[in-house]
């Protein structure tokens, strides 16, 4: 993605993105939210109260829901695929203070992957009804987990060893 | 990757992959641990008691560590480089019963990416000391971010704004 340098805000810093990508990536879907701009978009989705979200599951990895039904916190993984990925020091506006990109859970990074600890609600024909998303509506899929919360003893015994 | 179906266990079930992909990924750098082969790996990492592990982050990427000693949990993504993707049935050795892959944490999905949640011992030059991986030594780092478990409140108030 090609991104404006004059969009950068004081003392943000950029690295050279590599010449050549590692490894390739495909999007399973959509997730479909609330929200047709980033402006709109919550700081961060919350699992309880948050809307109601739909993860839209192409026909060909509908099967792979199998056994989702014992679950009832799920990690999703999306792209954000606005996102520019050249980034290394960021000043977010919520903060005043520079940081590293590792440093924050900003949709700006390396590899733009962005994950999200969600409720689901319910599992119908074509994916996933659940609560907790916080990103733009078509935002693409890219992956479904257990979620997997070690500091959470109740929930380490509700995923048992899936 | 090409996977030979005859690895494929009793009732597992397998999709084609689509003809390309969407998009790409680049690795930052390494994960160092102790294990040389999948077999060694044990089945989920320890963020609390599992063996000090390295993240070697490439040169270009280290500036984004700032920040990073404020934060005493870290969600690293990492690509699962040996899985076969093509998997949307599992049979897992340790559970005698069929699940949908996006029912398990296994690496074999179609976006191979895993996600752990470690303890930072330190920042180093090259990167980072921890403990929780759970990977072969050598494995592709593809994100680090401040963990966010929002069923733990202690952590979310350690971790604040981030």
Known sequence: MTAANSDLRAGE????????SDASVYFLGRLRTPWSERSQCPRRGDAETGPL??????PRWREALAGLHRLRHLEILYWMHLARR????????SRGELFGT???????????ISSSVVTLVSIEAEG?????????DGTPLIDIKPMHCPMW?????AVGRL
């Open 128 to 136: 996933l009804v659940v609560r907790g998303l916080d990103c733009i």
């Open 53 to 58: 979200c739909r993860v839209e599951l192409d």
């Open 153 to 157: 003893p109740e929930h380490q015994d």
């Open 102 to 112: 590792f440093a924050l859970r900003s949709p700006m990074r390396p590899n733009p």
């Open 86 to 93: 050249d980034l290394v020091m960021q000043n977010p506006k």
């Open 13 to 20: 810093q950029i690295a050279d993105l590599p010449a050549s």
